[in-house]
């Protein structure tokens, strides 16, 4: 855990908020280049888009490609306040991402270390290192906060 990543963690946070004040469930991610700047943001779309892959991590790589100009992030870093479910986990190594970092365990769907561990799964070509459980208090706390008040 660098200070880049605690600096991008705390604008996902912010992403996550923005996606809840939009009745979109609190998710943020964004991508940070090799210097751990950040070049991408993402949060959950899924309701105004009425896309199924909507979800924030799906939104940040596509903005990261574009930035970059391939589809290969390569030596990247995805920092997102939920472990990423089995459609991003397979995002995410579809870029080529080399690090993932994420907020809140999510037991009921996570692909990156609790349910399943796709991100270092030794039968698929390609891994990336996850750093989980960063900030998970703030990010559990928002997404608690919004299914309370959807209640
Ligand atoms: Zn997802």
Redesign the pocket.
Same mark, same amino acid.
Do not use: L
């Given at each position: 855990m660098t200070a880049a990543d605690r600096r991008a963690m705390t604008r996902a946070l912010e992403l996550a908020s923005e996606a809840a004040m939009a009745s979109e469930i609190p @998710?943020g991610a964004v991508v940070l280049d090799p210097e751990g700047r950040i070049i991408a943001e993402g949060r959950n779309t899924r309701e105004e888009t009425h896309d199924p892959t909507g979800? $924030?991590? @799906?939104e940040a790589l596509r903005r990261a490609a574009a930035a970059v100009g391939s589809w290969n992030l390569e030596q990247h870093t995805l920092v997102v306040t939920l472990e990423? &479910?089995?459609? &991003? $986990?397979g995002a995410v190594l579809q870029a080529r991402i080399s690090r993932v970092v994420f907020g809140a365990w999510d037991d009921k769907a996570g692909a990156a270390g609790s349910m399943y561990d796709v991100l270092r799964d030794r039968r698929l070509p390609y891994r990336a290192e996850v750093v989980g459980g960063v900030e998970a208090e703030a990010a559990t706390a928002l997404l608690r906060s919004f299914f309370e008040q959807r209640r």
């Open positions: @998710v979800h $924030a991590e @799906v990423p &479910c089995i459609m &991003c $986990a």
